[in-house]
């Protein structure tokens, strides 16, 4: 545990905790008074009522929309059901500039809706609830439909030869099963919509901001660090006592029922009933998967003199258009695989040691840890990225000018999906497979090296798979610390949206469809290499 720890340690609880200290500490001691003067503000209860409910109703239509995915990808089989399953994920992984980009492209002015109907819905609510849905879709579809396909459906056969009807059978038997699981992937998604950036800074417009959003205001463009350091404090407990939660659920999950192998529980849909369930799992994905991404490729290539790869060219020079970029944004691709590359590694390192540390059950203190770990998903990525450029500007840790710094914070992202992956799997090994090789003279690296790699190898992997995805959309803290002329590629695309003209509009969507394809790409093979055991997620 010790390089985990000095990890977090290092990069993520001293960048907070300075933040926090520059904003309520003064000459005269600490103000924790401030506390109660900014959470009592107006403007801020609009903020935090804003950030709960959107979060809550967020939530709810995720559920809403993707339990009936879940139902289909547990119980049917059917053609194409593999590359259906990548798809519907796709969103999961995309950086939520992307996010936010497509659903601007689809609901903004000059849109899709805005040319075909005259309908624009960017900075309404609508557009980020249904950004927040398409963004955690398969959240839901992926936690519950798997546990789903793993209950032996013979329990509820069993309900129903006793005399009870098929709803009667599902609520009694299923749908307690169900529960953790669905109450796990509900937390989850309340977690990722109750700390949204990228996707409210893009549709939310001036009229709505939540909580992440104005601590990036109050920090960027205010320099009030008192305000932002409540506002911080405020998402750390509310993100606390979320995972603490979700711990619960989990655990819960764990003792479900009896579970068989999916590929028992599967067969293809029978009654029309059936097949028009699949149908409408399908024109959902067509909707809202695959619709946005679509109208985002098709805008990338639609230029002023006609389709073409306009835009794309325009990606090679650095200047003639207002842009404010010091290198071609194309460069943008190159900077952010790089950057990619190096916090996977930093990633893989860290969680995978502390994945390991895990499996050895060492009471509370390694259990607390877990729950650490999963803190960086939760608490603001802006005040990670502002603490960053404060803290790490002395020897012997003077990394404000060095190339590493991004590295640095993406891999803060990345650890915990590493540790999400590989633990079920490292969990699983038999220890006397261990022991009997310790018998044998081997030493713990050797026992480790012949012993754990190769049965947990596709895990790694998944794991780095998920970490680089990650590292390649992180926006919240990157966008403080990616210098001008080392871009990445969310950051290039916030930039030139935040500009106005229609060269600039264009040359987001291509940035925007290159950073798709290549998220794309790298789910596609993480889907042809995972095993059912490859982690949560």
């Not at 009592?40 to 979060?55: N, Y």
């Not at 996707?199 to 305000?227: C, F, K, N, W």
């Not at 203190?365 to 960086?376: E, I, Q, S, T, Y």
Request: glycine content about 10%; overall charge positive; proline content about 5%.
């Amino acid at each position: 545990m010790a390089v985990p720890v000095a990890f977090f340690a290092v990069f993520f609880a001293y960048p907070v905790s300075a933040i926090v200290g520059r904003g309520l500490k003064t000459d005269d001691g600490w103000q924790f008074g401030r506390i109660g003067e900014v959470l009592s503000r107006p403007d801020i209860l609009d903020v935090l009522w804003f950030t709960t409910w959107q979060a809550l109703a967020s939530t709810a239509l995720t559920l809403l929309i993707a339990l009936p995915g879940a139902y289909v990808f547990a119980r049917f089989d059917f053609p194409g059901k593999q590359v259906l399953r990548a798809v519907v994920t796709v969103p999961f992984v995309l950086p939520t500039v992307v996010v936010g980009t497509a659903f601007l492209a689809l609901l903004g002015r000059g849109g899709f809706l805005d040319e075909l109907w005259g309908v624009r819905l960017d900075t309404t609510v609508w557009a980020i609830l249904l950004a927040h849905v398409f963004f955690n879709y398969a959240v839901v579809v992926r936690t519950v439909g798997g546990l789903w396909s793993q209950l032996d459906p013979r329990q509820e056969e069993a309900a129903r030869v006793l005399g009870a009807g098929r709803f009667a059978a599902w609520r009694r038997v299923t749908l307690p099963a169900l529960g953790p699981a669905v109450a796990a992937a509900a937390l989850m998604v309340f977690l990722f919509t109750f700390t949204s950036f990228g996707v409210v800074q893009i549709l939310g417009g001036p009229s709505y901001s939540t909580l992440e959003v104005e601590v990036y205001r109050q920090t960027a463009q205010l320099l009030d660090l008192p305000t932002a350091a409540v506002l911080t404090m405020a998402q750390f407990v509310a993100v606390g006592a979320i995972l603490a939660v979700h711990a619960v659920t989990v655990g819960r999950r764990e003792r479900a029922l009896k579970l068989v192998d999916p590929a028992q529980t599967s067969r293809r849909p029978r009654g029309a009933g059936q097949w028009a369930l699949l149908g409408g799992v399908l024109l959902t994905a067509l909707l809202l998967i695959l619709l946005p991404l679509g109208v985002l490729v098709e805008r990338s290539f639609d230029g002023p003199g006609g389709y073409g790869l306009g835009y794309y060219e325009a990606l090679q020079s650095a200047g003639g258009s207002g842009s404010t970029f010091l290198v071609p944004p194309l460069e943008a691709v190159g900077n952010s695989l790089r950057y990619a590359f190096v916090a996977t590694l930093i990633a893989l390192v860290v969680g995978g040691l502390a994945a390991a540390a895990l499996t050895r059950r060492a009471g509370r203190l390694v259990r607390g840890f877990d729950a650490l770990l999963m803190l960086p998903l939760g608490v603001s990525a802006v005040t990670v990225g502002f603490g960053f450029l404060i803290t790490l500007d002395k020897p012997p840790l003077d990394l404000r000018t060095s190339w590493i710094l991004v590295p640095l914070a993406q891999a803060l992202v990345g650890v915990p999906f590493v540790v999400r992956t590989m633990l079920p799997v490292l969990r699983a090994v038999d220890d006397r497979l261990r022991e009997a090789a310790a018998v044998l003279g081997a030493s713990p690296l050797r026992a480790w090296r012949e012993v754990d790699l190769p049965l947990v190898r596709r895990a790694v992997l998944v794991a780095a798979g998920f970490a680089f995805a990650v590292s390649l959309g992180e926006f919240g803290a990157t966008v403080f610390i990616a210098r001008p002329d080392n871009p990445t590629l969310p950051v290039a695309v916030a930039r030139l949206l935040g500009r106005s003209g229609e060269l600039n509009y264009g040359q987001a969507m291509a940035l925007s469809t290159i950073l798709m394809l290549v998220c794309a790409v790298s789910l596609l093979l993480l889907e042809r290499i995972r095993t059912d055991r490859s982690g949560e997620f």
